[in-house]
């Protein structure tokens, strides 16, 4: 069940925010330690989203309004050196990352693999959506014709961005288009593992449903994540069924309505 990190706050490279901690997003990768039977390690690829940091840094934590650069590759994260060397380069003040364990039935490809892309935004799924491809197929016809054609990979997890996309443009909040899609998903598909974490490079919105997430608010930086980076008790873990909104220095939850 892949595993996934948002970070806003003040700018450090990539390799600090993924690869150093003890328990980073790298060591995730081969050794996670809270998949709940979703398979054992995340070795179906990796993405990383940031946000560049802009000339004087202006634009506030991860370069607000900024649109996101999006790397991704079908190859686990710990076999990629060119990677690793990429990361000790790179600053920036907000990320998005994923590793990822395809699900039973699903490919194994570049495109599959979080963080999914629009404008300012990034996102991620951790989980699965049960009686996929049948139970989607319902949620999923009232999207444009368009955005089903176009898909980045057939999962459920780019979907599910599909309808987070659509909802985005919308107009929705983030906030209500992540739980609204729990809510229609978990109808649609009782059952699903539904970890969503969604970020325009000043706000993180994840939801915990059915799987695990901490989050981490210190050193006027706030951090998202499926499993603590480091030792508690710098972590709080997120209960079932809720929301965080989170921004440096300061995060909320909020509980999701469910079965
Ligand atoms: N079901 C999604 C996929 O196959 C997400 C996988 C996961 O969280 N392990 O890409």
Same mark, same amino acid.
């Given at each position: 069940?892949?595993?996934?990190?948002?970070?806003?706050?003040?700018?450090?490279?990539?390799?600090?925010?993924?690869?150093?901690?003890?328990?980073?997003?790298?060591?995730?990768?081969?050794?996670?330690?809270?998949?709940?039977?979703?398979?054992?390690?995340?070795?179906?690829?990796?993405?990383?989203?940031?946000?560049?940091?802009?000339?004087?840094?202006?634009?506030?934590?991860?370069?607000?309004?900024?649109?996101?650069?999006?790397?991704?590759?079908?190859?686990? /994260? %710990?076999?990629?050196?060119?990677?690793? =060397? #990429? @990361?000790?380069?790179? &600053?920036?003040? +907000? $990320?998005?990352? *994923?590793?990822?364990?395809?699900?039973?039935?699903?490919?194994?490809?570049?495109?599959?693999?979080?963080?999914?892309?629009?404008?300012?935004?990034?996102?991620?799924?951790?989980?699965?959506?049960?009686?996929?491809?049948?139970?989607?197929?319902?949620?999923?016809?009232?999207?444009?014709?368009?955005?089903?054609?176009?898909?980045?990979?057939?999962?459920?997890?780019?979907?599910?961005?599909?309808?987070?996309?659509?909802?985005?443009?919308?107009?929705?909040?983030?906030?209500?288009?992540?739980?609204?899609?729990?809510?229609?998903?978990?109808?649609?598909?009782?059952?699903?593992?539904?970890?969503?974490?969604?970020?325009?490079?000043?706000? /993180? %919105?994840?939801?915990?449903?059915?799987? =695990? #997430? @901490?989050?981490?608010? &210190?050193?006027? +930086? $706030?951090?998202? *994540?499926?499993?603590?980076?480091?030792?508690?008790?710098?972590?709080?873990?997120?209960?079932?069924?809720?929301?965080?909104?989170?921004?440096?220095?300061?995060?909320?939850?909020?509980?999701?309505?469910?079965?």
């Amino acid at each position: 069940m892949c595993r996934h990190l948002g970070r806003i706050g003040p700018p450090q490279t990539l390799a600090r925010t993924l690869l150093d901690p003890e328990h980073g997003l790298l060591r995730q990768s081969y050794a996670p330690a809270d998949m709940r039977g979703g398979g054992t390690i995340n070795a179906d690829g990796y993405g990383v989203g940031w946000y560049p940091q802009g000339p004087g840094d202006g634009a506030g934590p991860g370069g607000a309004g900024g649109t996101p650069v999006r790397l991704r590759s079908a190859r686990p /994260l %710990w076999s990629d050196t060119s990677f690793a =060397a #990429l @990361a000790g380069t790179v &600053r920036t003040g +907000a $990320v998005l990352a *994923a590793v990822r364990s395809a699900t039973v039935g699903m490919p194994v490809v570049e495109t599959a693999a979080a963080p999914f892309t629009d404008g300012r935004w990034l996102f991620s799924h951790n989980g699965v959506v049960r009686g996929w491809p049948d139970s989607l197929a319902g949620p999923a016809s009232a999207l444009p014709v368009r955005d089903l054609i176009t898909l980045d990979a057939p999962t459920d997890s780019a979907v599910l961005w599909a309808l987070v996309r659509a909802g985005l443009r919308g107009g929705t909040d983030p906030a209500a288009v992540l739980s609204g899609i729990c809510e229609q998903v978990e109808a649609a598909a009782p059952g699903s593992r539904l970890n969503l974490l969604l970020t325009d490079g000043t706000t /993180l %919105w994840a939801t915990a449903w059915r799987h =695990a #997430l @901490a989050v981490r608010t &210190r050193d006027h +930086a $706030v951090t998202v *994540a499926s499993e603590p980076t480091e030792d508690f008790p710098d972590w709080t873990r997120v209960p079932d069924r809720h929301l965080v909104v989170a921004r440096p220095g300061r995060h909320d939850l909020y509980p999701l309505a469910g079965p």
